[in-house]
């Protein structure tokens, strides 16, 4: 199948001004319990703009919507299968009308054997699209022969039968990720206070209020913890230099464990009490320490304006 360097550069090719916008429109399809809505978590890390049971009838109107949104939606993933319904049979028709409109695409079909499939649905307790009245070995059947010319029409198949969730992910991002992406990591860094709750989508929390806390300091109190005298204060402690340096070792050894893992995107937390000044140093400190080791680092003082 072709990658992505091959279809850009049909797009190029192609006169225009959907050619320059150079949108791609990956459409996943494949069996139920096959693995579709992990694949859709994968390229969500990825950056795709990721839609979920999208009727093939709105594909175009889909597609020319982000054709008009100025490059803002460049790579797009859409999930179309058999939830759809009699809907799902119009999606050849469908692939002409974003043929007409020059649209790069491809279909990623997933697949597995009936004995997985029949495994994974009696786990999940999850009832089959197509098994209503019919055992599920039946519905899966019945949508495996549904799905027959689609799955000929497919650009890429992948069968999940003997993949783990991580095999699955590398095998994605292996076909539809550029080498020069594959394996970066971008971080978000979040400064907070435990008074005001754990960031809920955190990965890594660090908690540094055992730290001297310039709250009690007079003269530091009213100052934000980007104010040089409150950066003085706290990284001048004994306690946060020690600290800083099994932080800066720990994190130097799992961000690439996790590189390696495939991992894309990682949220690390910092916590003081109120979250305005130990978190929001560290937090920075932490930011400049990752930038110099080529990391793309993103943060934000969630609790610097709570009182």
């Not at 049909?10 to 579709?36: E, F, H, P, Q």
């Not at 007079?218 to 104010?227: D, I, K, N």
């Amino acid at each position: 199948m072709p990658g992505p360097a091959e279809l850009e550069a049909v797009l190029r090719r192609r006169d225009g001004r959907r050619a320059a916008d150079g949108l791609l429109l990956l459409i996943i399809t494949g069996l139920s319990g096959a693995g579709k809505s992990y694949a859709m978590r994968v390229f969500e890390d990825l950056n795709f703009f990721v839609v979920d049971n999208l009727p093939p009838q709105l594909l175009s109107k889909f597609a020319d919507l982000c054709l008009h949104s100025d490059g803002k939606v460049q790579r797009v993933a859409v999930v179309t299968d058999i939830r759809g319904g009699e809907f799902f049979d119009d999606l050849f028709g469908a692939l002409g009308e974003l043929e007409r409109l020059s649209v790069a695409h491809q279909i990623l079909y997933l697949d597995a054997s009936d004995e997985v499939l029949v495994r994974r649905f009696k786990e999940t307790r999850r009832k089959h699209p197509l098994a209503q009245g019919r055992t599920i070995l039946q519905g899966i059947r019945a949508e495996r022969r549904r799905l027959e010319a689609v799955k000929e029409r497919a650009d890429k198949i992948i069968d999940t039968s003997s993949l783990s969730v991580r095999d699955l992910r590398d095998e994605i991002m292996a076909t539809y990720v550029r080498g020069e992406r594959a394996g970066a990591l971008e971080v978000s860094i979040i400064s907070f206070g435990y008074k005001h709750g754990l960031p809920m989508d955190a990965d890594l929390v660090f908690d540094v209020r055992f730290l001297p806390n310039p709250h009690y300091q007079p003269a530091l109190r009213p100052l934000p913890g980007a104010s040089p005298q409150v950066r003085r204060f706290v990284l001048g402690q004994r306690e946060t230099r020690a600290f800083i340096r099994h932080l800066y070792r720990m994190v130097d050894y799992l961000l690439p464990q996790f590189v390696q893992e495939g991992k894309t995107h990682l949220s690390v937390a910092i916590g003081c009490t109120g979250g305005k000044h130990r978190s929001v140093v560290l937090a920075d400190e932490l930011s400049a320490h990752l930038r110099g080791r080529g990391f793309k680092v993103r943060v934000r003082h969630r609790d610097v304006r709570r009182e």
